[in-house]
């Protein structure tokens, strides 16, 4: 209930969504002939030129993302498994063809430190998250992703349950104490912005794992004029990022996930 329930909180922490309902009231009122369609309009015009300012947006990004840059930058030694958070794949009509999104570097980090002779094993954790459609569970396309890059089936290990990261943290640190490879050196990979309710989570799960982030979204601030000025759709997408990560730590705090 209370993963349903998260799920439609999120459609309304979708910016563009606050962008309608002011364009939607200014409209009303003005219809209406009310004295507030003035203030109704400023308001919306100011909250759409925020939302789509792609500076603001980019210097927020920037900033909740550089914590983890210190981390990025180290390069492990070696680790026993890397612990690799899906939500990368789009699932498509070609079984054979597997789509990406803007999170691959999750799974493609993993492989190169696997060549690279900097972890043992991959683990990878992620069902299907979809309220509305039956998939297959992401974890098991990436494992086929895996096997065709080379990494042998003896180095992968799955978990294909997951439909969050509180689930992921969970179910993964009970699959990892059920085979007693919780006390080895785990490395965990996810992208910047969502690794700091990751790592909390795995660590609310009792164990010691190291933050790997990647898929850094804004690895520098641009301030030429058009960044400044110029209004942007990525802008929207960027917010739209944040907010949910924002609510989702709020709810897993709230929840005594992390």
Known sequence: MFYIIS???????????????GVTLSTILFIK???HTGKALIATLIITSFLTNPFIANKTFHY???????????????????????GMVAYGENPRQTNFGQSVDRILEAIRLFHAGKVSQILVTGGNASVHYVQPPEAQILYQFL???SIPDTAIIIEAKARNTYENASFTSKLLRKNKLDQKKLLL???????????????KQGLDITPHPVDFYVPFVKTDIGNLLWPSKDALNQWDILWHEWFGIAYYKLMGYI
Not at 12 to 18: D, E, R, V
Not at 189 to 203: D, E, L, V
Request: charged share 20%.
């Open 189 to 203: 990979i996810t992208s910047a912005y969502h690794m700091q309710r990751s790592i909390a989570c795995f660590k």
């Open 147 to 149: 096997i065709e890059m």
């Open 7 to 21: 799920k439609l909180v999120g459609i309304f922490l979708t910016p563009l969504i606050w962008i309608i309902l």
């Open 64 to 86: 909740w993302e550089k914590k983890f840059i210190k981390e990025a930058n180290s390069t492990p030694n070696h680790y026993d498994i890397a612990v690799v958070l899906s």
């Open 33 to 35: 002939k009310s004295k």
